[in-house]
């Protein structure tokens, strides 16, 4: 009987992994590191935050990444080569079950190759999926327009 409560015991304590947190500092945590490694050229964050799922798309001011090397390579390391200097403002985190939703307020700033100072304002959405006892980004959508 005592190995029966145990076994129960375990499986219960294994199972709340399965339940989502619904602590909004832990997806606040993860979006400042995402921004972070944008600024730092790091796909450290990218690999570790964001689920690499087959079909997985990022959509950042009407373009899009393919995958998350794609996204890490083609657009996160070359845009901190320019300078990039991100700022995340009115994060308003949303949980629904094992699913949630993040809505940031955006400012980027960057200098091209060519000596264009860039500086757009907009806003963004993280959706974001409860795996293995964490919160992964699964898909992210971006548009920004220039400061007046």
């Known amino acids: ?5 145990l076994v129960l015991a375990l499986l219960a304590i294994g199972c709340e992994k399965n339940i989502a947190d619904h602590n909004e500092k832990l997806i606040e945590n993860i979006i400042n590191d995402i921004r972070l490694g944008w600024e730092n050229g790091d796909g450290t964050a990218f ?22 090397k794609d996204l890490i390579v083609n657009h996160v390391e ?21 699913f949630a939703w993040a809505v940031v307020d955006t400012e980027i700033k960057l200098t091209t190759t060519s000596g264009r ?27 920004s327009k220039p400061v007046k």
């Open 47 to 68: 690999r570790k935050h964001f689920l690499d799922w087959d079909g997985a798309r990022y959509f950042e001011g009407g373009g899009q990444n393919i995958g998350l």
């Open 1 to 5: 009987m005592k190995n029966l409560i």
């Open 117 to 143: 100072k860039i500086h757009n304002e907009g806003h963004g959405t993280y959706l974001l999926r409860w795996v293995s006892g964490g919160w992964k980004v699964v898909h992210t959508q971006s548009a």
């Open 78 to 98: 070359p845009e901190a080569e320019l300078g990039l200097k991100l700022g995340f403002t009115n994060i308003q985190i949303h949980f629904e079950g094992n």
